[in-house]
């Protein structure tokens, strides 16, 4: 056969053979004891929490208590809604202003450096400047109100409000990132497919139809997770703006872990809901991965 | 050159036996060094507090020979830090924070985490001020009984403040002895005082508010307001044994009626909108920038702040007045808080810790300590309280008359006053840490509802929570 190789027989053969058997062993070995840190690492800060949470999540009592505490029902579907309406309306504004700033007019570039303002301000001082617009006694928006005659509105004062209020900051705040990934995800489609279009007559919302959209719901896809995932667990926004207040009912998932576990002393309940949101992330991610591969 | 696996395997297990060293060496070079001492203590609101307690603690260190680490965290984060080493288990030798007779003490007591502090209550007994001392007297679920998790050592409780030069500019009795004390005479008081300054001068006084009353999930100082009102209107919400009696006629009654009013007033017009959202910052916050007249303040932080950064306020244009009489007549009664130091028992040196705080106790010691806070609190002892500061106050560095510290002294000493229920159950804790008050004025003041099926709503889930404790 070609392939053949003659083998080295005797006591030589035994050497040669357990060489070639033993030296990429410890070449692994070598290898492992290399990764041994980012091993540690990881079964510190991935496996053990990871592991910690799902046991403290199994305890059925914990779900019990977490069901029979109103806020937490109301925590869910303010998480729902805060999740769903964000990042939906934020992608699809993106979707739609990454056509305009596809524009190569300086007027357009010069706006792009605008519009990218929100996202560059860091997200302390932008809530707390959002915070102190909407102040029902002080803030600039109730002077305006008062100046059309509207009066007073209590903009942080009532549940609707106020989650209303978080859901345009997260907009305002994260729609120049996700443009950005969508206007580089345009420019990213041949221009010839444009051409021929052009050619059979198709107008922009038909080029839209049919090439734009086709060609970016890949990434869209991938963006929309991203961002549920992101906004899933977003903390600080809400924490900032509005603390879970009016009566805490404008909590989310991670600001009402939060005040269980800190405010309250009690970390299972804490775990159990960041559980709750567990099993919708993991999905999540594992619809992402899919999607890249 | 590469480096050969004899080379790498040599690099390795010199490494390994250096940190297998580093991990079985050095303790015990360090336990051979001496007892140390842990302490965690609440960073202090003014400088004064904190140099007194490291003075203390350079003090212990000298006269007992040990080496104490001592370290100041404000009060939100040093919660978090006591909850996350207790549950660790990796805890200091003695913890002081300003949250630990709410939210540690009945809580960890239950679960046996707390080391018992019955011996030095018991040597402290005589000197303590007897309404103060049973805020320690908790429940272990594990040995079945109650003892003394904690050591008190001192004490907030509500007081009203009010910017006098606001009264004045309208023509109104700014003096606190001629404010009116009757129930709705009181309130009415500060609504008028609106209504005169915004008419006044509407330019300057258009946003500016009667009454600075936090009604928020948010704050502390709802749970104060509420519980006071509640005392007023005649109601409880626990027995003697730590029983929820929220339920029974005559308190759901009283629930009902202190509802119906904190959402009255909230409506009124003469109450900040925001006052829902507010934190226990918030009041203080607007009252400094007089955008409201008075507002009700569980400790002396307002008129101390003004008293470093504006004496002539502190003096002359401010003053602290009490709450007012029940609507039934009679005087109020004082819903108290008191700050308590405890002893973890997973702590490495107990004893050390209770020797620490049996030092930091000595009279003359602790008073210059509660001293350094500037009347911010009351001593929990009788011989500290006989300091004439707290009869007197700040006078003579500033003006004639302190209007603020010796009216609070006056509460603590003469009044009715009622330690908070945290330590009959640590299922009341959790009443207070979700603030179900606040959370059901909420109900009525966002959401409408009546004050009775808001006042349902929170015995029942009172009632849930108490069960889930058993």
Redesign the interface.
Known sequence: MANAVARPRGINGLVARSAAVFAPRARNLQGLLFCLPLIFLFIAFVVYPLYFEVTQALDRYTYEVLFADPIYVQTIVNTLTYVGVAVNVKLILALLLSGILQSDSRSVRFLSAIFLLPWAIPVLPGILSIRWMLSSQWGIMNLIMEDIGVGTVHWLASRWMAIGALITFHIWKYLPFWTVIFLAARRGIPRELYEAAAIDGAGPFQNFRFITFPMLKGIYLICSLLSMVFTLGDFTNVWLLTGGAPGDSTHVLATLAYRYTFLMGKIDWGVGVFATALPVTLLFIFILIKKIK | MGQT?RD?LKT?SAAGAGALSGALGFPMVSRAQGRKLVVWWNRGYYKEEDEAMIKIAQDFQKAKNVEVDISFTIQEDL??KI?AAI?ARRVPDVAFCFYNDW??MP?YAWQDKLAETTDVITELKPRYNEKFVQVAYCYNNVAKKRAYYGVPIEAQIMHIHYWRDLLKEVGMADDPDKIPLKWDEYWDYWKKAQDALRKKDPAKYG?L?GIGMTE???GSDTIYNFEMALLSFGGQLLDQDGKVIADQPKNREAIVKTLHWFADLYNSGYV???A??W?DGDNNANFHSK?IVMTPNPSLSIPAHHFFNAPDNYFFKMATVEWPDNPGGGKASYMVAVKTILVPKDAKAPDLGKEFIRFVLEPNRFAQYIKGANGRWFPAFNDVAKDPFFAKGQVGKGGPVDYHIPLATKLYLERNVKVFDHWKSPANS?VY???IW??A???T???KWAADKAAD?AIG?MK?IFT?WR
């Open positions: 696996r790498f390795t919660l978090k909850i549950q939210e540690v809580n946003k508010y928020s999930t948010r900040p909108p925001d829902i959202n934190s955008s959790q840490a979700e603030n606040g959370k004025m909420a109900r003041n966002v959401d709503e889930r849930t889930q």
